[in-house]
């Protein structure tokens, strides 16, 4: 952390300023993020109508040749309301959602919170086992299938509960015009809702704040998926924080959405901040770097979605000539590196990052609202930064029991507490729940959110993110945190991709650095000339002793690496099929790395 990121009291005063300009909606957004009463009417459904009271004529939802207003959209969102209501959905239903980014997904989803009902947003890209074990968890009585996943649900129906009957499917198109025909055992949503009427429904007004909205799945970087409960009071935070007191958008603005639908950054953050100033969404299948700057010239975009690594991959992306004088402005999303965050808004022209932190599960949020840089930004929530023991893998905890919060600057486990006003939702499972919950933390009785991550605290309740706990490790008796190694490594010429983690050598302690990279097509890499790299930018326990080189790094939908498997084949050669490389002690460069020196090394022959 470099001391430029500390905020003081004159870098504070120094944005206020512009805070001020922007003070009555501002305190709009901090009434709806401050309400207390979760039994009070408000929800998404009172939102969108709000919307399209107020901007009834302005485009609520672009894609490609596709465009509705805000009263066409709100009126079909009525339409299908009425159809599922028809067959049994109503206010506690849970509805399994699958479809990929296309607008139907979002009437969907708006139809659903209209009724009380939870649509549990299903991960497009999960099969087999996982995504029966997804329906499953949450015992879905409605299923919504949109026709490019059909053949995957179909795969996999005869082992979920309740899925022989109440199947709705929507073709792959635009069903406003052509409904399309449906295979046998399916029903065809479009053409029920077709003819019904389109004004509000009464049942959206007794929405409350403490019904359940979505349910969101973890992105299964390990083991099986979660499933999250989104409230429609979390929903209402996010409009207040992101829609009011942050970004601001108006009936002006268009914000381009690549993120997939079923995360929670597309369906709570962008939408709600469109939502709350009449701004249109514009939305894409998938994310393609190659056809990002050109949707964004179309749309006249003034404002995107981000998450994980689309950020490097635009930068990494030759320059083209529709991202010169590009309307952009703003972004909107989390994992923005320091590595790149200021290459990114210079190159771009993006006056804010709207960085933030939140989870799906948990009950604190951070919002870059005064659009500082390298920061997860401010919180009203209560929190506390406390020590942490890595080696124990727990808090540390005084004679008395009780955690001890970090200094300014030092890095630490974020806990929130739990409260009536920011109370946690959790999981569908309440054993998980229980588990990721700290009692008599700082005073008998009293609870807190354990959020996994650790963060520093900057000053003027601004945090930066340091790492997962998962993510860090320890290595000649210091903390090293992946995060801070990649972001070195990502800023090395050719390197496109680089996943770390900690590995163990045998007759060591602890666990040394191992990256994982993906290179730019074409691009080689001088091992002496990335050694001297590594040295001059980390200190030497940080330094990767281990380099595996990948075709391809995967991810999950959001961007996040995959670590689990990279972990369990390590360094061994036989086991990874790449091309592996080994820094040996007192060595200026890597060296190949294979079976007779992965031998060698496991003996002992060399003192790491």
């Not at 998404?44 to 709000?50: D, I, V």
């Not at 990002?292 to 981000?306: I, L, M, N, P, Q």
């Not at 045998?506 to 666990?511: F, K, M, S």
Request: aromatic residues 10%; proline residues 4%.
């Amino acid at each position: 952390m470099s001391d430029a990121d500390l905020i003081t009291t004159t870098r504070f005063l120094g944005r206020l300023p512009s805070a001020l300009a922007r003070l009555p909606r501002a305190l709009r957004g901090l009434y709806y993020a401050g309400l207390r009463n979760r039994e009070k009417n408000l929800s998404l459904a009172w939102a969108l109508e709000r919307a399209a009271q107020r901007y009834p004529d302005n485009p609520a939802v672009i894609q490609e040749q596709r465009r509705l207003s805000y009263a066409a959209f709100n009126a079909w969102a009525n339409r299908l309301a009425r159809a599922l209501y028809a067959k049994g959905v109503q206010h506690g239903s849970v509805v399994a959602v699958m479809l990929e980014n296309r607008l139907e997904i979002l009437a969907v989803l708006a139809a659903l919170a209209k009724l009380g009902a939870a649509g549990a947003l299903i991960n497009t890209t999960q099969r087999g086992n996982v995504l029966t074990h997804s329906l499953n968890l949450v015992k879905p009585s409605h299923f919504v299938v949109g026709e490019e996943l059909q053949a995957v649900f179909d795969g996999v129906r005869a082992e979920v509960e309740n899925a022989q009957r109440h199947c709705y499917w929507l073709a792959d198109g635009d069903t406003l015009a052509d409904a399309g025909t449906p295979p046998a055992g399916w029903q065809n949503l479009a053409l029920l809702a077709r003819g019904l009427a389109d004004g509000n429904l009464p049942s959206s007004a007794q929405v409350r704040m403490k019904d359940a909205c979505f349910l969101i799945y973890t992105s299964g970087t390990t083991g099986l998926p979660k499933a999250s409960i989104l409230s429609h009071g979390k929903w209402i935070k996010a409009y207040g924080g992101f829609g009011h007191s942050g970004l601001g958008l108006n009936a002006d603005d268009v914000l381009y959405l690549t993120l997939p639908c079923y995360h929670n950054n597309a369906v709570t953050v962008c939408w709600s901040a469109a939502l709350a100033g009449g701004a249109a969404i514009a939305l894409r299948r998938k994310f393609s770097v190659s056809a990002f700057w050109k949707d964004v010239a179309e749309y006249r975009a003034t404002c995107f979605g981000y998450i994980g690594e689309l950020c490097r991959y635009l930068l990494n992306h030759p320059e083209c000539s529709e991202e010169r004088g590009n309307t952009l402005t703003c972004m909107i999303g989390n994992g923005l590196r320091p590595s790149i965050w200021n290459d990114f808004k210079a190159r771009f022209g993006i006056e804010r990052v709207m960085e933030f932190y939140a989870s799906s599960e948990g009950n604190i949020g951070f919002t870059n609202v005064f659009n500082f840089d390298n920061t997860v930004g401010f919180s009203p929530a209560p929190y506390a930064i406390v020590r942490y023991d890595l080696d124990a893998d727990r808090p540390v905890r005084d004679a008395k029991g009780f955690m001890a919060k970090v200094n300014k600057g030092e890095p630490g486990l974020l806990i929130s507490e739990i409260t009536d006003k920011w109370p946690f939702d959790g999981y569908t499972d309440p054993s998980k729940s229980e588990a990721a919950i700290f009692r008599n933390v700082f005073k008998k009785g009293d609870a807190w959110f354990n959020t996994g991550d650790l963060m520093r605290d900057i000053g003027f309740k601004h945090a930066q993110f340091v790492d997962r706990l998962g993510d860090t490790f320890r290595w000649k008796g210091e903390n090293v945190s992946t995060t801070e190694v990649e972001n070195v490594l990502a800023a090395y010429p050719g390197v496109e991709d680089a996943v770390v983690y900690g590995v163990e050598i045998a007759g060591t302690n602890g666990r040394c650095g191992m990256a994982a990279l993906r290179l730019s097509e074409g691009a080689t890499l001088d091992f002496s000339a990335l050694a001297a790299h590594l040295d001059r930018e980390l200190p030497a326990y940080a330094v990767p002793l281990f380099v595996r080189l990948l075709a391809q790094v995967e991810t999950t939908g959001t961007f996040k690496y995959k670590k689990a498997d990279l972990k369990k084949v390590a360094f061994d050669p036989q086991v990874a099929g790449d091309p592996l490389f080994v820094r040996l002690p007192g060595s200026t460069a890597f060296v190949a790395l294979d079976e007779s020196l992965y031998w060698t090394i496991q003996r002992g022959d060399y003192a790491f």
